[in-house]
């Protein structure tokens, strides 16, 4: 049983195209396999980095906010006109207007409060936190209008209490 060329052309051809079909489905499935791990990589690389930015987020979220210090003083509006405002009233009326202002949450954050006030020479020294100066200054002015017998003017914003405390021109008792 002898096979002619012709019969030995075509069983190598047919041999040449089953290898070229079982290499090209070994090459899909290869390539198959290589996709799915590259996109399992590309998540990974993406969930990390998704990671990363949350946690960096959280945090900014958990970073001390830095507290400052506005030392200000009451003008009596009029000639002969004076001012009688304790502490504790004059820390009521910035919390509640900064609150009419800016809202419960604002407030929370902002946090501000009266730590010293001086009757006689009626300066005193607000601690609020470092972003939110001109909301503080303008629930100052607030309580201005609201009561209408003083003029607030902010004098400086210090980063500590005992240099608000030097620029009052007194001393932490």
Same mark, same amino acid.
């Given at each position: 049983?002898? &096979? #002619? ?6 069983? &190598? ?22 996709? /799915? ?5 590309? !998540?990974?690389?993406?969930? =990390? ?10 945090? !900014?979220? %958990?970073?001390?906010? =830095?507290? /400052? ?13 004076? *001012? ?10 910035? =919390? ?7 809202? *419960? @949450?604002? &407030? ?5 409060? *009266? ?5 006689? #020479? @009626? !300066?005193?020294?607000?601690?609020? /936190? ?5 909301? *503080? ?34 001393? %932490? =008792?």
């Amino acid at each position: 049983m002898m &096979l #002619s060329s012709d019969d030995t052309l075509a069983i &190598l051809t047919l041999i040449a195209i089953t290898i070229v079909a079982l290499l090209s489905i070994m090459s899909l499935i290869f390539s198959l396999r290589i996709n /799915r791990l590259f996109r399992a990589f590309l !998540r990974s690389i993406r969930s =990390r980095t998704i990671r990363t930015y949350l946690r960096i987020i959280e945090e !900014r979220r %958990r970073r001390r906010f =830095r507290n /400052r210090y506005l030392v200000f003083e009451l003008i009596p509006v009029g000639l002969g006109s004076s *001012v009688s405002i304790s502490k504790d009233e004059l820390n009521k009326l910035l =919390r509640s207007s900064f609150k009419e202002l800016f809202g *419960v @949450l604002e &407030l929370g954050m902002a946090n501000p409060t *009266v730590v010293f006030f001086e009757d006689r #020479s @009626l !300066r005193g020294i607000v601690r609020y /936190r470092s972003t939110f100066r001109p909301k *503080v200054i303008l629930a100052l002015a607030n309580i201005q209008l609201m009561r209408g017998d003083f003029i607030v003017n902010p004098i400086r914003t210090t980063g500590t209490l005992s240099k608000a405390m030097k620029y009052l021109g007194t001393s %932490r =008792r």
